[in-house]
């Protein structure tokens, strides 16, 4: 004997599979609140801005001058998340900007080195200051506050000591190109500057195929995932920003080339934070360091690295910036430590480590950069702009707090 069951009809399977939708959806704002709060809040800074300049911040040559202006915190802000997340924090990395500036200057001024040697040199000399400060955190055991805070002392005294107290320029035209100079041109002549369109055609094809990946291993794994029309209204977004911002740069004189080191640190460093064991091992440590050590992570090993990194990237940094001033400067940095934490805690840092992305990171530096770049454009004093800059630090990291205690983390 067979017994018949009716299946469920299509009318009654719809607004369950509705709300499942809905559940997830708002479960994944929920979960990434703080990215996507910054991300509205950048785009609603951006278009406050376009109004108030009159279309003035969005110009092709105001974009281009924006990276170039913000690449060096933006470098900084990189490394400087990665450091909070361990649960540390790198006080010194202005002075080192300064110092590894220096010693660039002297390189090539005094002694007319070739700017690419001189470039891998001082990316050396912010490895050993990282190796410095993280074999004193890691294997002595001296909280990071206390060493970065002599590091702040030590590296800006010897900065006025190697420079003796001068400016020392000018740099050659190749070394200068770091802060200053786009891809060239190739190619027939049209209306945009054709690499910078196929790199726009690169980044896009890039973008989409990793969606799809991340989406096809997920059903893979039997994981939630976004709904087939939101997760194309994503992609679509995700495309047309891409091409508008190709667009813009393209019209100009194409992309510059602190554009391009930011996008491979974000790329590369982005992966290792993901993918790599060791940055797991990063987050583990910032998450919970006893029971990390109790899980097998080399936690000394691990935070020497972290510093060791930072210092490199705060050596690019430091030649970023003497490239754009064209002069190794004895007040160069000042600062670029606060500017570097407070993006860091603007992208979604915690205080208690273990949170925050690279992505997240430049976010935040972008908040920043806008700020200043709009507040200059419509003539508000620097007193001013350092009042409502604090206050967006207060209000991003008021946020976070009261989203955690709102979803009971």
């Known amino acids: 004997m067979t017994t018949t069951t009716t299946p469920p009809s299509d009318t009654s399977s719809k607004p369950s599979a509705m709300e499942s939708a809905g559940a997830l959806l708002l479960r994944s704002v929920r979960s990434n609140m703080r990215q996507y709060g910054m991300l509205v809040a950048l785009a609603f ?6 109004i108030w300049t009159d279309g003035t911040l969005l110009l092709p040559n105001n974009v281009s001058n924006l990276i170039q202006q913000n690449g060096y ?3 900084l802000a990189i490394g400087m998340m990665i450091v909070i997340i361990a649960g540390h924090i790198d006080l010194s990395v202005g002075s080192l900007v300064a110092f590894v500036g220096a ?23 912010g490895a050993v200051a990282g190796a410095w400060q993280g ?3 890691a294997y002595v055991g001296i909280p990071s506050f206390i060493v970065t805070l002599a590091g702040m002392l030590l590296f800006r005294g010897l900065t006025q000591i190697v420079l ?20 060239p041109e190739m190619g027939p002549y049209t209306q945009y500057h054709n690499p910078t ?14 969606e799809w990946r991340s989406r096809k291993q997920q059903l893979a794994y039997d994981l939630d995932v976004t709904p087939t029309g939101l997760w194309v209204a994503k992609l679509v977004a995700i495309t047309a920003a891409v091409v508008a911002f190709t667009l813009t740069l393209a019209s100009f004189h194409g992309v510059p080339v602190v554009l391009l080191i930011m996008c491979g640190l974000l790329i590369a460093l982005g992966y290792v934070m993901r993918n790599a064991v060791v940055g797991r091992h990063v987050y583990a440590l910032g998450g919970n360091k006893a029971a990390a050590k109790l899980s097998g992570v080399k936690d000394k090993r691990v935070t020497f690295l972290i510093f060791v990194n930072m210092g490199v990237l705060a050596a ?5 910036y003497a490239a754009r001033l064209n002069a190794g400067t004895p007040q160069a940095g000042l600062n670029f430590e606060l500017e570097a934490i407070a993006a860091s805690f603007i992208g979604g840092a915690s205080m208690s480590g273990g949170v925050g992305t690279v992505m997240g990171a430049v976010i935040g530096g972008l908040v920043l950069g806008v700020l200043n770049n709009g507040m200059s454009l419509v003539n508000i004093g620097t007193d001013y702009q350092q009042v409502i800059k604090g206050l967006v630090l207060l209000a991003a990291v008021g946020f976070d707090v009261w989203n955690k205690r709102k979803v009971g983390r």
């Open 45 to 50: 800074i951006v278009i406050l801005f376009q």
């Open 73 to 75: 915190i933006l470098i």
């Open 103 to 125: 010693m660039s200057a002297v390189m090539m001024v005094k002694h007319d080195m070739p700017w690419v040697l001189a470039l891998v040199l001082s990316l050396l000399i």
């Open 135 to 137: 074999f004193f955190i």
């Open 164 to 183: 003796e107290g001068q400016s020392l320029s000018p740099f050659p035209e190749g070394f200068q190109n770091i802060a200053k100079g786009f891809i």
């Open 197 to 210: 369109l196929v790199l726009g055609l690169v980044t896009v094809a890039f973008l989409l195929f990793r």
């Open 316 to 320: 690019l940094a430091g030649c970023v």
